[in-house]
């Protein structure tokens, strides 16, 4: 790992109608729009569903270097976020994520990938930016 402060350049870019284009060096560029609650289509990433990815994957990466770390063996590893976005003394913002990730294990094992489950949230970078509640649920389940 590179030594902090480490720095993550993008750039955004629009007309005055249609999508807007997200880019960053060496990455795929990303169309995106307002979500279909905003009057947008619905059908592309908005920056609401792009920070609900993020804690996603945020949480999945953490999961993954912690799980290594630890030497805990396991198969897969799904994360669903729910992204609560309200308005609190006339500021719209998320005040909650809702994140279930349902893990297997192939060996019984499940109180030490519940650690390891709650410890990938405490550490998820994503969300302790952010000043919004996290709420962890979780399914562990062994191989057949």
Request: aromatic share 6%; hydrophobic share 40%.
């Amino acid at each position: 790992m590179q030594e902090f402060p480490h720095r993550y350049n993008v750039r955004a870019s629009a007309a005055a109608e249609g999508d807007v284009k997200v880019e960053s060096e060496k990455l795929p560029t990303i169309d995106t729009a307002p979500p279909a609650e905003f009057g947008g289509p619905g059908d592309r990433w908005s920056p609401e569903s792009l920070l609900a990815a993020a804690v996603a994957d945020c949480f999945i990466l953490s999961f993954r270097a912690i799980a290594r770390g630890s030497n805990l063996s396991w198969n897969s590893l799904t994360c669903e976020v729910e992204g609560v976005l309200d308005r609190v003394e006339n500021v719209t913002q998320f005040t909650e994520f809702h994140v279930s990730a349902s893990l297997e294990i192939p060996e019984a094992n499940e109180e030490r990938a519940n650690r390891i489950l709650q410890k990938a949230e405490k550490s998820c970078l994503i969300t302790n930016s952010l000043k919004a509640d996290t709420h962890l649920k979780t399914n562990i389940e062994i191989a057949s």
